[in-house]
Each structure stands twice: as C-alpha cells, then as structure tokens.
C-alpha cells in the first residue's frame, strides 16, 4: 500500500509543499504578534498555507483514494485496468496491440520491493494530428518480473492464437 501511495512524485510535492506550509505558517503567526494587522493581510496568509497544504497532502490523499479502488486483470484476451479516486477508470487493452512490456523500479519501488509494469501500445492519431501512445501501468506490484514474465506469455499465446484464425 505505501509504495502504491508514494508513486508518481509525490514526495517532492510533499518535501516543497511541507517547506512553504512552515514558511507560511511562521508568516501567519507574526499577524497574531502585531496588533493591527489587516485582516485581508491575515486571509492572504491563510489563503497560501491551505493551498501549500493541498500541494503537499493532496496527491497522497488523492492516492489513498485511488488505491481502494484499483485493480489488475491480465486475461487470455486483454489486460484490464481499473483505478480512481472517486470515479473508476477501466481501461481494456487487446493483448496483440500490445508492443512493449517493461519494469521500472524506482527509489520508492527499492526501498520497498517492488516494481511497476508499463505495457506500450502502438502511438495513433486523433483529433487535429495530436498524437498518443496508451501506456497501462500497473504500480507497486510485489513481484514485477513475475507478471511481466506472464503477460509476455499471454501476449505471446494471443498472437498465436490470431494468426491461426
């Protein structure tokens, strides 16, 4: 749960968010220690510590959400993701439009054992030329190698099973 909670950066927006909430808090207590302070001098200092507040807990608070509601699915056909913190997201992903699948384990990931699974799909274009690659994570698994090794083999069983069609 930790690691699914600390991806993504958040604990530079925490470190920078937790820095200006005391720089801003010290701000506000001097407006208690001058007698006359104007009180839209005192709102503008609470203003900038509740939004230094949101930088450094609002994405840890958004992924504490989003963990209770996310699950993986890799099935003979596609892999089906599905996240969110007040939503649900489900994304389904054919197995043979799938062309790359790695690891990548970040700091959090080392300290903590484990690893996330990106699988590219071929890059499109919609709109107006604007141009994408769906990319389906699937964070803080604790055996990443493990699920890579069976994706790959249900890639790999898909795109058989297509060609003898």
Known sequence: MMPFILTGGVLVGFMFGIFFMVLSASAFSYTFTFP???????????????IVFFVAFGPI???LLRYSNTEYMITNQRMVTQTGAIGLDTRFVDLEKIQEVYVRI???DKIFGTGSL?????A???GYGTR???????DSLKDPYNVQRILQEAIEKARTSAKLS
């Open 132 to 138: 994408y690659s769906f990319r389906p994570t699937l």
């Open 106 to 108: 970040d700091i959090i």
């Open 124 to 126: 499109g274009w919609v």
């Open 36 to 50: 006359r302070v104007p009180l839209p001098i005192v709102a503008l200092f609470l203003f900038f510590f509740l």
């Open 61 to 63: 608070i958004y992924n």
């Open 118 to 122: 990106h699988a590219s799909t071929a």
